[in-house]
């Protein structure tokens, strides 16, 4: 008998990491999101941070790359910066089902530091 792997669907991963950034921002009132819709997990350490924007690690969307909305850190007095997300902005509980082009209304925000 082969051992069994239980494989997560797109977008039941997608729905953990918008709960996870939801509760970030529900606890954590400068807690801040930009999600790159891509499989990379990361991209500071790379080439591709220069290129990411939220619709992909390459760009090409014309939406603010990664890097310019990094250089935005560390935040002064009355400076203001957005969460940044590809899609459609919606309630959890109102999601698509079979979808990864959404960006949880808990976790999207603007900001701007006292």
Not at 92 to 103: E, S
Request: with cysteine.
């Amino acid at each position: 008998m082969e051992d069994e792997i239980d494989l997560i669907d797109d977008s039941a991963f997608y729905l953990g990491v918008n709960e996870v950034f939801s509760g970030y921002a529900r606890n954590h009132t400068n807690a801040l999101v930009y999600l790159v819709s891509s499989d990379m997990h990361t991209y500071t350490e790379l080439d591709l941070v220069y290129h990411a924007t939220a619709d992909g690690a390459l760009g090409g969307g014309g939406g603010l790359k990664l890097v310019d909305w990094l250089a935005k850190f560390p935040l002064k007095p009355g400076d203001t910066v957005d969460s940044v997300c590809d899609g459609d902005i919606v309630d959890l509980v109102d999601r698509p089902q079979f979808y990864t082009k959404y960006c949880a209304s808990e976790m999207v925000r603007n900001y701007t530091q006292v």
